[in-house]
């Protein structure tokens, strides 16, 4: 079974999104993958993903997001085989976190936009403080990067049929 952990600093906009798209394109996938979601802050502890973020996940992916928002937590450094960063301040957070709590953590941790394959920008941006159309480019992000991260997956985990 291979573990995906998405992490964002809220854990209500992006990292919930990020999963729920993961957990429905991961479906066709013949891999064994589990996945969760945490943030690095403790602001919104308990609370459903935000409204707006729900909303555009329902609309545009027929997607319902009902994970509820929790900080990331030392055993996730041993639980998970990858931790996905939303932007390069959440990356930093979490790699001087493993250093800090666990060095001994094999975990990988990655960029979600290292799999977009509209290269460039190696961050999604954060919503939070935006608009409709904020939330609609999140979503459109997250759902290139995820098809280009379970196939990335396949490819390192999946026996090489050559
Ligand atoms: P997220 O978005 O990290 O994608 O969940 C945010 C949610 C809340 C806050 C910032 C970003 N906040 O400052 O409360």
């Not at 975990?107 to 394959?117: A, E, G, K, N, V």
């Not at 403080?129 to 990335?152: P, T």
């Amino acid at each position: 079974m291979i573990k995906v952990l998405f992490v964002c600093l809220g854990n209500i906009c992006r990292s919930p999104m990020a999963e729920g798209i993961f957990d429905k394109l991961s479906k066709e996938s013949p891999l064994e993958i589990s996945h969760d979601s945490a943030g690095t802050s403790a602001y919104h502890i308990g609370e459903l993903p935000d409204e707006r973020m729900r909303e555009m996940a329902s609309n545009k992916g027929n997607i319902a997001l009902t994970h509820r928002a929790r900080q990331i937590v030392r055993e996730d450094f041993d639980k998970f085989d990858y931790i996905i960063a939303m932007d390069k301040s959440n990356y930093e957070n979490i790699l001087h976190y493993k250093n800090r709590i666990n060095k001994a953590s094999e975990t990988t941790i990655m960029l979600m936009r290292s799999f977009d394959s509209e290269k460039g920008n190696l961050e999604v941006p954060d919503p939070y403080y935006g608009g409709e159309s904020d939330f609609e480019k999140v979503y459109d992000i997250l759902w290139r990067c995820n098809q280009n991260f379970i196939q990335f997956l396949e490819e390192e985990h999946l026996p090489s049929s050559q």
